[in-house]
């Protein structure tokens, strides 16, 4: 793990390695899925629920506009989109203080990825943090399954498994099982969930605390937060050419939180 950044040396670095700034992910493709959660697909809700509350495509957008940083302009139909680095690093800020917060309360935490091949180590290395500050890693119970896989953990990070494959996945599914097999062995459920996709969206619905990372294309917990449903959610590309690229990220993660920055 990288010496943690200052703000300014990781908005260069984010834009750099586009994790924000001028991202992959084209515009078309945000705005066909802000238009289909709006219709009501339930494939882009991510276990919320929304109700007829984000019914107006351009209300999304607006939602995503100030808290993604994707561009405002209704005119603006294809090509180039952005997610706003400073905007990234503020909700990495706001994060922060929830994992400061479990480190002090000595809190349950379960982390959890619906995108292994981008941020399974991100979550590893926050769940490393806290369980040396004396958190405790929510162990989830075995023989969890859902959507014709498996659930399992690698490295303290709950996973979805299929065909002998970690997946990406964006369904809710996965978090639900665990949540109802503590629940049917009697354990406490956790104090927080830090999660992306589908897993951050149903903890969050079913009322724990949750911080999500979400990309510009998925509109669903950033609308989680407007509402105050989910409790932070971190603007960033969840899939870059190079998972180590996130590494000063989480550098600057954990020193906010005031955690020990370990490789």
């Known amino acids: 793990m990288p010496i943690p950044p200052s703000r300014t040396e990781l908005i260069d670095h984010l834009v750099r390695t586009r994790i924000a700034g ?30 007829d509350r984000w019914t107006d495509e351009q209300d999304v957008l607006a939602v ?38 479990a480190a002090e309360g000595g809190q349950r935490v379960l982390f959890a990825t619906g995108h292994p091949g981008g941020l399974l180590d991100v979550h590893r290395a926050t769940a490393a943090a806290l369980r040396t500050a004396g958190c405790e ?23 979805y498994e299929r065909g002998a494959t970690l997946w ?21 459920l956790p104090d927080l969930v830090v999660a992306d996709h589908g897993w951050a969206g149903c903890a969050a619905q079913r009322g724990i605390d949750a911080v999500g990372y979400a990309d510009s294309n998925d509109p669903a917990l950033f609308l989680a937060e407007a509402e105050g449903t989910l409790q932070v959610t971190v ?9 180590r690229f996130y590494e000063p990220m989480t550098a600057y993660l954990l020193d906010a939180a005031g955690l020990a920055v370990t490789a």
Request: glycine letters at 10%; charged letters at 25%.
């Open 64 to 101: 995503m506009a100030e808290r993604c940083g994707v561009s405002d302009d209704l005119g603006h139909r294809a090509g180039q989109d952005t997610i706003d680095p400073g905007l990234t690093v503020a909700a990495l800020e706001r994060a922060a203080a929830f994992l400061r917060k």
């Open 22 to 51: 001028n991202v992959a992910t084209p515009r078309e493709n945000n705005l066909d899925h802000y238009r289909r959660l709006s219709q009501g697909d339930r494939n882009f809700w991510f276990g919320l629920e929304l109700g």
């Open 235 to 243: 603007p960033l590309d969840d899939h870059v050419a190079d998972p």
């Open 168 to 188: 990406h996945t964006h369904s809710p599914a996965p978090m639900a099982a665990i949540l109802d097999g503590l629940a049917a062995l009697g354990r406490p």
């Open 137 to 159: 890693i929510v162990s989830i119970p075995s023989g969890l399954r859902a959507d014709e896989g498996s659930v399992y953990q690698v490295a303290d990070v709950a996973v």
